[in-house]
């Protein structure tokens, strides 16, 4: 479980809808993340949106995980 003091918040700047990825963009840096970790199971996002994540290191990259639109 993540802490609460973890989460970031950001901007989507990129998404494939056929791939299902995505890019968020923070004041922290860019995170890609994958349409699974859209929390409202939608598996798709807007490019635009402002959306919550809390990063997370897997296969030596950080993600954005737990992806709330706003």
Known sequence: MNNSSNQLFGTVVEFDHHRGLGMVE????????????????????????????????????????QVVKL
């Open 26 to 65: 923070s004041s922290d840096g860019r995170y890609v993340f994958h349409c699974a970790e859209i929390t409202d199971e939608s598996r798709d996002v807007a490019v635009g949106a402002s959306v919550s994540f809390f990063p997370v290191e897997r296969f030596g990259l950080l993600e954005a995980s």
